[in-house]
């Protein structure tokens, strides 16, 4: 499985590249990057920083957009820390990244492999929606693409409706939702339900080595925040969900084929996405499906996550 992710590191996106890393059927082909959880500076430092972490150096890392496609960006410091890797000190960087954007990287790789290189997009769209307007055939360039992002049935986290991912680029997500990718959507319907909870931060403090033991000091940040959510010891587990999705599809134990539009204008609702739920769907609606996953097997995902950073 050859794998394109696009992040903002990030402390769920650093477990999500570690799950990735460890598997050993997934060649990580390329990484791009994204303001989001941090300046596109800062998540393309830490990139670099976690692809030497998980021994992966040779993986080209390209810097993308550092701003939304229409708003002004909004970090999200209190979550992830100043430097997105809850406040972990790691070594600078061994190297640069490559010369191309993240949404060239992602249509150069697509272009020279079609059909064959999958994605992993756990950070705002920015890139995707940018990459569509760079080869507006990538849909059919690209594998699978595997999205953390939204809230359908489930409450939003930035704010009552939306889901960050969404909310930080709200019309690039409206692009790619509509784009007719083979698009599979985690979202906080499925993510905040799969915890790394006390008994599995405690597990995962008796491993040895550099990624379990950085991992878990970034967890220690991580937990402080979620804490306060969940009201014990716990955080949610949103883009390593996603990555174990993409490589065991098995994972998502339901899912449905719905299109899912995003909310631009509302007042209050800007950023909510919106599944046509109804039982009896409009029977004119042109817009592609995308598969909502509503349903995860959470215990053998925290199971396999726990094996990749041993
Ligand atoms: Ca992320």
């Not at 799950?19 to 393309?44: C, H, M, R």
Request: with cysteine; proline share 7%.
């Amino acid at each position: 499985m050859r794998v394109f992710v696009d992040c903002d590191p990030g402390i769920d996106d650093a477990m999500a590249l570690a799950y990735l890393a460890a598997q050993p059927d997934v060649e990580i082909v390329g990484v791009g990057t994204v303001y989001g959880n941090n300046s596109v500076d800062v998540t393309t430092t830490n990139t670099l920083r976690l692809i030497d972490l998980y021994g992966i150096t040779d993986v080209p890392v390209a810097a993308g957009a550092a701003r939304p496609l229409v708003q002004p960006p909004s970090l999200a410091e209190s979550v992830h820390g100043r430097n997105g890797l809850g406040d972990v000190e790691m070594p600078d960087p061994k190297t640069e990244p490559v010369a191309e954007s993240a949404a060239e990287l992602l249509v150069r790789l697509a272009r020279s492999a079609p059909g064959e290189i999958d994605v992993l997009a756990v950070g705002p769209l920015t890139n995707l929606a940018i990459a569509l307007g760079l080869e507006p055939e990538l849909p059919r360039l690209v594998g699978r693409v595997v999205v953390m992002g939204g809230a359908v049935r489930a409450p939003g986290n930035v704010t009552p409706w939306a889901e960050a991912n969404i909310a930080n680029d709200p019309e690039a997500a409206e692009v790619v939702l509509a784009a007719g990718f083979d698009l599979t959507l985690v979202a906080l319907d499925v993510t905040m339900r799969t915890l790394a909870d006390a008994v599995w931060l405690d597990e995962l403090a008796t491993l040895e080595g550099d990624r379990a033991r950085t991992s878990a000091r970034f967890l220690d940040f991580y937990v402080g925040w979620y804490s306060d959510v969940f009201g014990e010891r716990a955080c949610a587990m949103h883009d390593p969900l996603a990555a174990g999705v993409l490589v065991n599809p098995a994972l998502a134990t339901e899912s449905i084929e719905v299109p899912v539009r995003v909310e631009l204008r509302g007042e209050y609702t800007r950023g909510l996405t919106i599944a046509d739920l109804r039982p009896r769907p409009a029977q004119d609606d042109t817009r592609p499906t995308v598969r909502l996953v509503t349903e995860v097997d959470s215990v053998e995902f925290m199971k396999r996550m726990l094996d990749a950073l041993r």
